[in-house]
């Protein structure tokens, strides 16, 4: 680690630390002459297998808070800090989420539980309906979060628009949206403004049974329809249409012979908790990487090295 730290001690005010790294961040802590601040460098699954060869990191400033520098190191001293290092995860920033439904909301309670016992590095800063009446929306307001209604519509005329959403949820400095049972389709402006950042779950494996119309128990009776043996949930990021983004995450169910729509719903369900609390704590300790053709992979918190 030494030479890591000499190499970047040259570009950084001094004394400089070295708090966490992981697959995407880099993070370390320097003092300057105002105050001791954290410095949290993300870079990309791409320059990390460079680094592992031993070649050149190349960091970039992202935020405010975040410097950018250059450095070189062995894979050795990556590993071996890794490995000694069990301040990390309290010494990394929490994300600040923000949960959309338009229904009761148990995928939203599960991520918010996650969070309140440790699980979940972040925390739930505002929720977005589209139905003010929701127990999702209930759920939020119980618990002292925020609750914003979007679209605009004739019946929601306090809602805000697709600009003022984007802008609330930079007011709340929001780092990954999480849509959770949100029926409607996220608007072009929100995609684009929050790049690789927006979650989705979906009833089944897609990109079977995915698309517009497919929601709830229409889902379900379409899979038992078909004769489809196996179903379960599907975690991906959202672009600007349905059910279409990068997958992250599957789980997969039986389907059983005697099975009522309700029936797989439910047990689809219990999965879908476990799988999104899953995704939700990989996303916001940073161990989501890109593949080079674009597929999201989760790295593994046991041993970085494991993508899934
Ligand atoms: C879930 O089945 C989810 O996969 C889908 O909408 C449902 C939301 O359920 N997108 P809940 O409101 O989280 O209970």
């Given at each position: 680690m030494e030479a890591l730290g000499s190499m970047i001690g040259t570009s950084l005010p001094s004394p400089t630390k070295f708090i966490h790294m992981s697959p995407k961040c880099l993070t370390i802590r320097l003092a300057s002459r105002d105050a001791v601040s954290h410095c949290k460098v993300p870079y990309r699954r791409q320059v990390l297998a460079k680094a592992f060869s031993g070649s050149e990191i190349v960091l970039q400033k992202a935020r405010s808070k975040t410097w950018g520098f250059e450095c070189r190191c062995s894979a050795q001293e990556m590993e071996s800090y890794a490995a000694t290092d069990n301040t990390s995860q309290s010494l990394t920033q929490r994300k600040r989420l923000a949960v959309f439904v338009s229904g009761g909301g148990s995928n939203f309670k599960a991520i918010h539980e996650a969070a309140k016992e440790g699980?979940?590095?972040?925390?739930?800063m505002v929720l977005v309906t589209d139905?003010?009446?929701?127990g999702g929306a209930e759920y939020a307001r119980d618990n002292q979060i925020p609750v914003i209604i979007f679209p605009r519509s004739m019946s929601s005329p306090d809602a805000v628009s697709a600009a003022e959403l984007v802008a609330t949820l930079r007011n709340f400095e929001v780092d990954f949206l999480l849509l959770a049972g949100f029926l409607k389709l996220i608007p072009i402006e929100l995609v684009q403004a929050f790049p690789r950042s927006i979650l989705n779950i979906h009833?089944?494996?897609?990109?079977?049974?995915?698309?517009?119309?497919?929601y709830g128990l229409k889902v379900h009776k379409a899979v038992i329809a078909s004769g489809a043996r196996y179903s379960g949930p599907t975690v991906h990021f959202v672009d600007?249409?349905?059910?279409?983004?990068?997958?992250v995450a599957q789980r997969v169910v039986p389907v059983l012979a005697d099975d009522t729509a309700e029936q797989l719903a439910a047990r689809v369900l219990h999965q879908e908790h476990q799988l999104y609390v899953e995704v939700v704590s990989a996303l916001c300790e940073d161990r989501i990487v890109w593949r080079e053709d674009g597929v999201p992979l989760i790295c593994s918190r046991e041993n970085p090295n494991k993508l899934y």
């Open positions: 699980l979940v590095h972040g925390d739930i139905k003010p009446g929701c009833p089944s494996l897609l990109p079977a049974f995915g698309g517009k119309g497919f600007e249409r349905y059910d279409t983004g990068r997958i």
